[in-house]
């Protein structure tokens, strides 16, 4: 950069800018909070070391993932994008469970739905697929659908309380 404009690296750290910044280039004078997360969690040494160990076409990517974990250590302190990941998984196992419910229930209203077969002997469905696999889920319909309504809420992770039962 050079000229009349610092980037916001040195801007912060109040230096000159030299023609050949490694920070010019990824944290821009108009930015001056990307810069300045990103020095308060890893340090402007820190930050620089990285730069120069990468090749240049890596170094745009390695300062967005610095600029979201600075983020995300601001926010979570203890566990960073980790507890961001572990948040994410929770909510997946919730929504699939949830799933598995409205499959089963749907399984459950077709079986409902469908004329009951003459006799309930596996034997007699073996070449056809559809029946067998209903007698053989039939019983176990009311195990999956005893899921309790405390299962279906999606707990925030990252809340101070821990949640209700």
Known sequence: MGGNSPCASCKLLRRRCAKDCIFAPYFPSDDPHKFS????????????????????QQRADAVSSLVYEANARVRDPVYGCVGTISYLQD???????????????????????????????????EGDDKYSSLFLHQNNLPQ???????NNVIHDSFSKEPPLT
């Open 37 to 56: 997360i990103v020095h308060k969690v890893f340090g402007a040494s820190n930050v620089s070391k990285i730069l120069q160990e990468l090749p240049l």
């Open 91 to 125: 909510q997946v196992s919730q929504l699939q469970m949830q799933l598995a419910a409205a499959q089963a229930e749907i399984l459950c209203i077709q079986m409902q739905q469908e004329p009951a077969p003459i006799t309930t002997s596996p034997a007699l469905f």
């Open 144 to 150: 999956l659908l005893s899921f309790s309504s405390s």
